[in-house]
């Protein structure tokens, strides 16, 4: 993942995500150090996602469902998932499998490239910008 800051517990100052060998967290300052509220190695299951940051891919920030919580566009050979901060670890509200189709888009995330994100459609929830060597598209949660 690409140096991005984002609030994910919605208390309105910016968390750092990071992503390592071992696995995925969410950094806070807070009383004049870093910290880890969240804090999940591989082989960690979200709901129906498994994560795996060797074939994990974290494409995007932000807030994807409009509750004030950015969440992480996380893709993977298998396809995508919102991984959102739960506590101490995450929750996964949305995934699907390569060959899903979101309206005329078929999802394959050998081809698909996710990002940037923003409110395009100006409804107050961001959604993803997705490209594919046959087109582009923007993606809602």
Avoid: H
């Amino acid at each position: 993942m690409t140096a991005k800051r984002a609030d994910f517990d919605g208390d309105g100052r910016a968390e750092i995500p990071v992503v390592s060998p071992w696995g995925l967290g969410i950094l806070e300052y807070s009383g004049g150090t870093l910290t880890a509220p969240a804090m999940q190695p591989n082989g960690t299951r979200f709901g129906g996602w498994l994560l795996n940051t060797a074939d994990n891919r974290f494409d995007a920030l932000g807030d994807l469902d409009g509750d004030g919580r950015d969440e992480i566009l996380v893709s993977s050979p298998w396809g995508v998932g919102v991984l959102e901060q739960a506590g101490s670890t995450f929750g996964c509200p949305m995934l699907a499998p390569n060959g899903t189709r979101f309206g005329g888009w078929l999802l394959n995330t050998a081809d698909n490239r996710f990002g940037p994100v923003g409110d395009f459609d100006g409804d107050g929830r961001d959604e993803i910008l997705v490209t594919s060597p046959w087109g582009i598209g923007i993606l809602k949660l």
